[in-house]
């Protein structure tokens, strides 16, 4: 079949097999998502991912009450939960009820496929040429690494999708997803990546931090040009100490929001990111 379809077309790559050399699993069969930083399995990385619960109102539909909490085991593996990967690799927290159960398996689904993409994307050309991420739907009622389910009700996992996969995406590397009060948290590295054939000119970039949803820090930042088809890397040394410096006097949860502006105000890209201060 592979020479058959080489002969047919020369002008495409084709693969011999799609298969676990192409599959990386970190965060869920092995190690955690942050392998993701070395780039596995590229360039070409046709399958990567975490399973999630579906929405609470698929899960009634999916079980009876009785066997939904607490979980009769045998009766969720036939739906394909995985207890393994989700309790010993993942560690994802079970919680006291079926509703924080969900949340918690969303959310690390969330967290693994931001991570994995952005990474790979930033690395287009020089290191990834395609990546493929598993799976968008599913095709029965089941616990999957689907980002909407079979009903198509979308789980966080999509509305990630949708940011991460924007043609032009702004983002920036964070040292760490928790720090205490007082400590600086490094975000100096932005970079951009530009799918489009548009060239941007006069961008910059707006960072505001959230606590509760009350802006505690807004600052701007010039980006400059961005070439078509590019990735951009930009760290400017003279404001990377007063972008480091959040000032945090508030334990909890903060949102770090980042937008690419161009200079008429027009918004290109936005992207967010979660810290914590302990």
């Not at 010993?88 to 689904?109: C, K, M, P, R």
Request: net charge negative; charged share 25%.
């Amino acid at each position: 079949l592979y020479m058959t379809a080489k002969a047919k077309d020369s002008t495409r790559y084709i693969d011999i097999a799609s298969d676990f050399a192409y599959h990386p699993y970190p965060g869920w069969y092995t190690s955690h998502y942050f392998e993701f930083h070395s780039l596995p399995a590229a360039p070409f990385i046709n399958e990567f991912g975490a399973q999630a619960l579906p929405n609470v109102e698929t899960m009634r539909e999916m079980m009876k009450e009785d066997e939904l909490w607490p979980p009769k085991w045998p009766v969720w593996a036939y739906h394909d939960f995985q207890y393994e990967p989700t309790f010993n690799v993942a560690q994802i927290d079970i919680g006291n009820s079926l509703e924080e159960f969900i949340e918690n398996s969303q959310n690390y689904q969330a967290k693994l496929l931001k991570y994995a993409i952005e990474n790979y994307r930033k690395n287009k050309y020089s290191k990834v040429t395609g990546i493929f991420q598993f799976m968008f739907v599913d095709n029965w009622n089941a616990i999957t690494w689907s980002v909407v389910d079979y009903f198509r009700r979308p789980k966080k996992g999509y509305d990630v999708l949708k940011t991460v996969y924007q043609p032009v995406l702004i983002g920036m590397d964070l040292e760490r997803e928790k720090i205490s009060l007082n400590e600086i948290i490094s975000f100096s590295n932005i970079w951009i990546i530009n799918d489009t054939l548009d060239k941007y000119e006069s961008t910059y970039a707006e960072i505001c931090l959230f606590k509760d949803k009350e802006i505690v820090m807004e600052k701007k930042t010039e980006i400059g040009c961005i070439p078509s088809d590019t990735v951009k890397h930009f760290s400017n040394p003279h404001s990377s100490e007063e972008l480091m410096n959040l000032n945090l006097t508030e334990k909890g949860k903060h949102v770090i929001k980042i937008e690419l502006i161009d200079n008429t105000d027009n918004v290109i890209s936005k992207n967010s990111y979660e810290i914590e201060v302990v």
